[in-house]
């Protein structure tokens, strides 16, 4: 692997423990933006779930906005703001996006909280609802529909791993005088320089 790319994944996993051992309640929370075919941006939050050389792996509902999004434009941009480490750390990661395999979802599916399943069987995620009775009947269907045994991972949920093109680390520091180390991969080869903050 590339050497830099080698250090600007180093840099995020030693960045990610510190926001782990401080008083950051969600470390693992970013906020990813996607935009559709017309280019019109949108973001949430969403959690890391795993993440290492081939990219940053997040899961959710492949029809939701974002899963369709991504389906048209497979680019997204993902940021970590940690306000609770140092003096407050920002990691912005672009680049493009992937689906985990099937077999890659269905063992992270597995570890999950067997509620967590049913609702993702009950989520129509970015649906219009009608009634938070709607959402409970279907949970309790699908309570019904797997009683006594696993549940499966639906079809429509998965992950999908971003395959950084560019990470940039930004350390908050006084008076705006913040440092940036910009970290970015051009015609297969990782480069590293510093931007004005
Ligand atoms: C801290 C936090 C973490 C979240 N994590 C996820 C997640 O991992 N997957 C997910 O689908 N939605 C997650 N959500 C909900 C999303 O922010 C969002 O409401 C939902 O996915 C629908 O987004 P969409 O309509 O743009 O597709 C999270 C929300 C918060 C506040
Ligand atoms: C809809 C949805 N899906 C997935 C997640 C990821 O979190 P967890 O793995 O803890 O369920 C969240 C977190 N709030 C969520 O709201």
């Not at 990610?16 to 969600?26: K, N, Q």
């Not at 279907?138 to 019904?144: H, I, L, Q």
């Amino acid at each position: 692997m590339d050497a830099l790319y080698r250090e600007a994944l180093n840099t995020f996993g030693g960045l990610l423990e510190e926001a782990r051992a401080s008083a950051e309640p969600e470390p693992t929370a970013m906020v990813l933006a996607t935009a559709d075919g017309k280019g019109r941006p949108s973001a949430r939050a969403v959690l890391l779930k795993a993440w290492d050389e081939r990219g940053f792996v997040f899961y959710t509902n492949f029809d939701s906005r974002k899963g369709r999004q991504l389906a048209a434009n497979p680019q997204a941009a993902l940021l970590f703001l940690w306000k609770q480490v140092r003096q407050q750390v920002q990691v912005r990661i672009e680049g493009t996006v992937e689906p985990v395999t099937a077999a890659e979802a269905d063992a992270y599916f597995a570890t999950r909280p067997r509620e967590s399943q049913l609702g993702a069987w009950a989520s129509l995620q970015s649906q219009p609802l009608d009634s938070r009775a709607t959402f409970e009947a279907r949970y309790a269907d699908y309570e019904r529909e797997f009683a006594g045994g696993e549940v499966p991972r639906p079809p429509h949920w998965s992950g999908f791993r971003v395959v950084p093109e560019m990470i940039e680390f930004w350390y908050g520091a006084p008076f705006r005088l913040h440092e940036r180390q910009v970290y970015a991969r051009r015609e297969g080869r990782w480069a590293k320089r510093m931007l004005y903050p």
